[in-house]
Every structure is written in structure tokens, then in C-alpha cells.
């Protein structure tokens, strides 16, 4: 292998290359940290050799055009080009034309000021190589631990779409910290080292401007990999967390003025948002984990490269190439993993020798020619700017990069993704893998979000929100969801039987058992968020129950099993989600807080009668099923002083009545406070729960929910996907209120003294005097005798206290629905 001549560029570098003439070394602290031999510092003397071209020839991955209108649904697009795509592993689409983001990366504060940590790749290393403890002295190079690897939110694993390091030890092959730059500088130092390395000269020997293509790029890419004769090495930006240089796409609270940008902040393409869409599991994780959560960013030049890897719990990855010049991918279908790992492992056996696990460094190359000679299918992508990536399941890439660029990537978990994740985890605890999700965790919510849905559609008369239907296609007899639950209780029921307990060692799990730290298993890090062992002898250690006879030597007596719900309770979860009504209800009172009648709760009683047969100190199922709130909500519903009704505070309420509905007279449908109609409707602003920075219109209704009375409903009138259903119509407003307050948090806005509380009977319009006339006069026989004995006993005074300081409607003599005014 040749050697380059080391010579510092200041003194070689022609007059007309601004890129690097200016650059002053003494102004880049992170410049001197690196030795004199780096690329920064160094004449770039290797040459492309395009008669010894490498290039593999293997097929291209599909291409995706979707339309405008199928564009608007992210993960209804990816389900519909699944079956076509997923068998490549890998595909590229491209959005409608219309489809230009502005790219937030090149205002002139950020591409000229800020700058971002890179790391040195050895290109001609990335293949072929002596294991570390071979490695020869001629080669050898001080080797500093690399600041950024290992310091990301992650607990293990790859980065979204393209990653190159990872945490390991000094002695193992990785990647050196490079200089800090900007965009600015790292476009121009791309640039000199790509002009450089394809440089032509005429038979006069002046240099003749061209462009090599992707082709040439691609050819001398694998020559340098597969055979090289010169030392390459480059810088990579990769893995750059939000705090770096920002996401490229702008957020709602970045936006710029104007509904254009609209488009753009609010999509689901936006990468910001596409991990917590609805629809994708990975919405019911509450930590922004970076790189899976929070998309990274990866700043590339010429050669940098990302080497082959599968997603962390082999999620989908979704890539967008903001601007600059093309990136190469290579991908292996899903079902053909472990046949690359084989073809890996054959051609590498000194590497895999040294590191058994060295495809979790996320530093090493292998050709897709070897991979197809080897059977192994492998297929390839060019994505130019403005493009996405989109890898499945469990599915290798690699890749590449032409020259200056800049991409994003992020995770995403549509609910097909459900059974891969659990062959993720499994494979996690074989190999002793910490991982980077509670798969149960996000299981679970994906159930909880079925349950929700199909009681909503049970209970309405309309046809549904589209995230509903959507929640309600993964369900029912051989359901995705439902598959997914089925298949994790068989594996729990196995696991407990394989242990042979007795039933009085199972204990109810706490429901913050993992709400304030990981608990994993102390052998193989499996997630305890189900079921953990543990010891009287460890308080604070336990183990999944594979590995719950190695946790300590004690008598069995002083075990236990804690357990999130018991096998009776997650088979009622899959009848629930295979449309069984009584089920449905059962799991819809725990989701929804809906109170059982005396029948259900019979019923609730027959599907845990087993688990009350367990000695004292184990748990009773119906805690979990019971209402979790205060006694006698309904009666409740508005916060009391003096037996005067307050309101929310400094909301200026004013509610529009829209359809005054008819009365039902059972006991459920009113309270002390306010009658309930039976499809009534009311129109309300309110903070906007997508963007708390406006206020929107909400629409209130009363539905019949059979033998659980009214069932309250608000929707976010300019999205029908965003819905709230309670049996108590405080309850169903503070869930509206909160959600405010999360998107508020998220988005960093301040917090407001008018979302401290807030009043569910004002926002209905139950307090607004013309609403309550109007619904009192449906009741002229006085036939719901809880409301008007408790009006009829309250004093004068409170009633015009009541009147005048709970009321923005002021009362005007008129109509409201055929009703005379007072």
C-alpha cells in the first residue's frame, strides 16, 4: 500500500482555491487537537484509478412517485408500497413536485457560525483489515477515544438510517474525532478534497474541469474498499444530535410567517414529527430518545461512509436528503439478514474472530459483489436531493456518499413493525444486548390506543376518524395487534409454566413499577415492563422470568413474580381486540375510565376468579379494572367553594350552541350541576392542541353509551383525528387540556396561567345560561330529580352569583331553539 506525502496544505494549495487559502488552523481549536497527519492538515495525493473500477452490478431498489393525495398520509403510504418494497429491504421515494421544504441549515447564522463535530474514516480500511492485535506498526496511529461515541441518548445500537461508530473499547477499530467546522468550511474542504481526488489533466497538462458521475464515484468507491493502494481518509458528520446544528426541517415553533410554511411544519414527512404520528408505536413512548425519537443529522463528503447495519430493535428508518450531491445505499432484505451475517463472517473470520459482535460497530464495509456471489440478495439506491430512503425491518444498508451533502433520519414504528420489534428483544437477550425501547411498553399502548378506538367506534353512530378505522384494521380475529398480544401471552404462559411456581408467588406488579427507572434483567438486560422475578434477598435486582432461577441461590418461598396483568387478563385483551363486547368493555373501563354496571362487574369478576385464589399479600385484577379517580365524579364534575360553582380561569368562554339533543331519564344522565342531552352538540374555542400558539374551534357532544350513560366526545374541529371521549365531561376537557400542555412542553412555548385548570361543564355550555334554559325546558315534569332538587334548594343569592360570574353569554331576551329567554 502506498504511503502519501505528508505536506502542510498552506504552502501547496493552488491560488484560486478559497476553500482552504483562508482557512486558518489557529482560529479552529479542534484543528490543533489533531496530529499534523491529518486530512485537514495534508496534500490529498491519492488518484482516482477508473481502469481498476469496482463497481457492483446489482439490481436498484424500487422508486415510489406518490400523488399529492397519497402524499398526505405518511405511514398509509408505507403500508400501501410494503408488499412491493419490503422484499428489497430497501426503496426511494419521491415526493410530488410541489414538495420543496426549506431547509433551515442554510440560514446564514447556522451555515456560517455554527459548527459540528466530525470523525476521520479510513476509507481503505473499512474492508480490509488486520485485526487490532495484529495490526501492523507502519500503520499504527494514536488512537484517541472518539468524544462523540457512546454519548448520544441511546442505550446501544445504530443510529436511524446511516450510522459509523460506535461505543467500544480503544483497542477496537473505530473512528477518530476530527475538526469542528461549519457548513461553510465543510462544503469547501469537501470540495478541494473531491477536485483533488478525480483531478484531470490535458496532454498540455493543465487541469480540465469535469464532474465525475455517480458511476465513476461508485467504481473507485469499492476499489479503494475491496483493493486498495493509497490511504483515504475523510471526515464524516454523522449522528448530530438536535443540539448540534438543529433538525434541517423547520418546527412549528420555528416557523416562518405565512400558511406556506404550514405545509411543511405540520407533515408527517416533516421528520420531526413522524415518529409520534398516529398509527406508529413509537407515539406511546414518552422519552425523546435521540436517533430514534429525534432524528440526526449527517453532513457527508466524498467517500464518507455508513457502514452495513440494522435499525436499533429493527425499526423502519426514514431518510431525507436535504441538498448536495447523491448518496449511495445498499440494502439486504429482512429475510436475508442472517445470510449476510454467514457470508460476513466467512470472508471476515479474523475480524469476527477478535469481535463476535462486530457488525454492532457500525465500522465495517463489505462488498454487495461478495453478498451476491454469496447468494445474498442485495440492491441498490441512488438518492439525490430531495429525495427519501426508506429501510424495513431488520434489513442491512450501507452506502456512501458523492461529495457535499446533508441528510436526516429518524425511526418510525408502524404497528406491522409490532412483530419484528419482539423478535428484536428476543434476539437482545440472547446476545445480552441492552436495549433502546420497552417493547411491552410501546405493545401495550398500541393495545390500549385498539381499546380506545374500537369503544369509540362501538359507541358512535358516525363513521369514524380515520385514525380510528385505522386503529380498528389492525384488529379482530388474526389482527396484526391482535397477532401481536396472542403471540406475547403464549410466550409469557411458557415462561411461567417453564418455572413451575406456585400460583401464590405471582404478585401484582406496581403500575410505576418502570415509571421512574429501567428496570431490566440483572443477566441478559431484557425489559421487566410485564413480568420481572425477584428475591427478598435483592430488593432492587430482578430478572426476566428466563433467567429468574439465576438470580440468587434463596429458597423458592422468598421468590415472587411480579406481573403487569395475569394470563386471564391479557386473554380478555385479545378477545377485547377480536370484538368480544363484554371484553371490550372490561378493557374500556380501565383505558377509558367507563364505570362497569353491576352485570359487568360480574363478568369482570369471572375473568380474574382465579388470580382471587391467590394467598394475601398477591394482588386482586379488579384494582386495575376499577375507576381510577375520585368517588362520585359525575357529581363532581366542577370544583366547589361554598357550594358556588367556579369556572376555568381567564378563559373568557363564550360556547355556541349547535344542536340542543334529547333527553334520556335514567339516573346517569345528569348530576347536581347540569343535564346531559343525548346528542347534544356546542362549539368552543380553545387552544389548539397540534399548535397551543392558536386558538381553534372544539366541537362538544353527548353520546349514548348504553349502560354506561353519556359519553362525552370533543374533537378538534379542523382535524376529525384529534378526539377525546370520557364518561365524565371534566375528565373528557382536562384531557384536552393537558394534551395542550404536553404539545406546549414539547414545542418549549411558556407556560400559561389560563391552562392551569379548567371547568368541563362551562366549556360544554352546561353553565351558559341560554344553554341551560334552553335544556331545562326539555324537562318541563321536573323527571330528573336529582338536578332540580338540588336547584330548587339552592338559595337566591347563589343562583344569581352563579349567574353572573360563571356566565360570559349575557342574557338578552330572544330564542334559543324555540325556547323564550328570561
Known sequence: MGNLNVVPLDSEIKEEDISLKNHNPDKDKDTNMEPPTSPRHRKVDARWLPAEAQRPIIDDAPVFNPSLEEFEDPLSYIEKIRPQAEPFGICRIIPPPTWKPPCRLKEKSIWENIKFPTRIQTVDLLQNREPMKKKPKSRKRKRRRNSRMGSSKRRSGSSPSESTSSPEAEEKFGFNSGSDFTLDEFEKYALHFKDSYFEKKDSGGDIVKWTPSVDDIEGEYWRIIEQPTDEVEVYYGADLENGVLGSGFYKRTEQLSGSEMDQYTVSGWNLNNLPRLPGSVLSFEDCDISGVLVPWLYVGMCFSSFCWHVEDHHLYSLNYHHFGEPKVWYGVPGSNATALEKAMRKHLPDLFGEQPDLLHGLVTQFSPSILKDEGVQAYRVVQNAGEYVLTFPRAYHAGFNCGFNCAEAVNVAPVDWLAHG?????????????????????????????????????????????????????????????????????????????????????????????????RECFSCFYDLHLAASGCKCSPDEYACLKHADDLCSCDEKDDFILLRYTMDELSSLVRALEGESDDLKIWASKVLGIEHSDEDQTKTSSVVSEEKKLKEGSFDLNIDLELDCQEDLKEEEVSTSGGELTSSENLGVSVEPINLGSLNFGKLWCNKHAIFPKKFRSRVKFYNVRDPTKMSNYISEVLDGGLMGPLFKVTLEESSDEIFYNVSAQLCWEMVLQRVKDTSNSLGLPSLPQLENINGLQMFGFLSPSIVQAIEALDPNHQLVEYWNHKNQASSDSKDHFMSSNCSVSLTKGKLFGVDLM
Open 422 to 518: 419482539q423478535n428484536a428483544v428476543e434476539l437482545y437477550s440472547k446476545e445480552t444486548r441492552k436495549t433502546s425501547l420497552s417493547h411491552d411498553k410501546l405493545l401495550l399502548g398500541a393495545a390500549y390506543e385498539a381499546v380506545k378506538a374500537l369503544w369509540e367506534l362501538s359507541a358512535s353512530e358516525e363513521k369514524g376518524s380515520t385514525t380510528n378505522l385505522r386503529w380498528k384494521s389492525f384488529c379482530g380475529k388474526n389482527g396484526t395487534l391482535t397477532n401481536a398480544i396472542q403471540a406475547r401471552l403464549q410466550m409469557e404462559e411458557e415462561r411461567i409454566a417453564a418455572l413451575g411456581r406456585d400460583s401464590s408467588s405471582l404478585m401484582k406488579m406496581e403500575k410505576d413499577f418502570d415509571s421512574n427507572c429501567e
